[in-house]
């Protein structure tokens, strides 16, 4: 089955400090992929998505390349603020592009000090 | 992006009980309704999928009977813990998508922390 991986947290970094947190997935055929963001106390926001290889999803600073010969989503920002600080959310969609019944990794907590 | 609500954001009941989580759209029109569960330091699971006007599709290992699903409208999803026991203590969040206008999409609840004593 789908299966995605990605580092466990907190990552702790120092404001303007580069970003990377590592996701990796396993899946069947061509699946779409996505970066979702949590800040405290709201609901999960999508943050960039890739819905086929060698694609780039990027947003507010943030990017991810979909790798299908490493089958990885890694998330990267080159300069961090503290407003960053959330939980971080790597996962597999369908083949279609679709949204539909994500497969989600664990979160990383992402902690950014001034 | 589009909002969903998720009501109430905290429950406490006693084992037994059942508790109602609703899930609404606010601004547009859910197609279909998605329920995941959390349990700490693990991934998002999904529970089931429910499309307006018709049953839910549970994942495997869900139990139907236990975690009662009902999609009757375009803007609300309502997810039934019935018989609550200390191990349906988890976190438990919606998300939305309208097929009609994206599948790419979906947009998410603030989530439900639910603790059953």
């Known amino acids: 089955g789908n299966s995605v991986t990605q580092m466990e947290g907190p990552v702790t970094l120092s404001e303007e400090a580069f970003l990377t947190i590592n996701c990796t997935y396993t899946?069947?055929?061509?699946?779409?992929l996505f970066w979702y963001v949590q800040y405290p106390g709201e609901g999960l926001q999508l943050l960039l998505k890739?819905?086929?290889?060698?694609d780039k999803g990027s947003n507010k600073g943030f990017e991810a390349t979909y790798r299908k010969e490493t089958t990885s989503f890694h998330l990267e920002k080159g300069s961090v603020q503290v407003s960053d600080s959330a939980v971080y959310f790597c996962?597999?969609?369908?083949?279609?592009?679709?949204?539909?019944?994500?497969?989600f990794g664990k979160g990383t907590h992402l902690i950014i000090q001034p | 992006g589009a909002v969903v609500s998720q009501h109430p954001s905290r429950v406490i009941c006693k084992s037994g009980t059942s508790v109602k989580i609703e899930c609404r759209s606010l601004?547009?029109?859910?197609?279909?309704m998605f329920w995941y569960r959390q349990f700490p330091k693990q991934s998002l699971m999904l529970m089931a999928t429910?499309?307006?006007?018709?049953?839910?599709?549970?994942e495997q290992g869900v139990e139907k009977d236990k975690f009662l699903i009902n999609h009757a409208s375009l803007t609300l999803s309502t997810l039934t813990v019935t018989s609550a026991h200390p191990e349906d203590s988890s976190f438990y969040i919606c998300?939305?998508?309208?097929?009609?206008?994206?599948?790419?999409?979906?947009?998410f609840g603030q989530g439900t922390r639910l603790t059953v004593v």
């Open positions: 429910s499309n307006e006007g018709s049953k839910a599709t549970y």
């Open positions: 890739a819905t086929k290889a060698d």
């Open positions: 601004d547009f029109q859910a197609t279909t």
């Open positions: 899946a069947t055929g061509y699946p779409s």
């Open positions: 996962a597999l969609g369908d083949s279609g592009g679709g949204a539909d019944g994500l497969t």
């Open positions: 998300s939305a998508i309208n097929r009609g206008l994206s599948r790419t999409e979906a947009f």
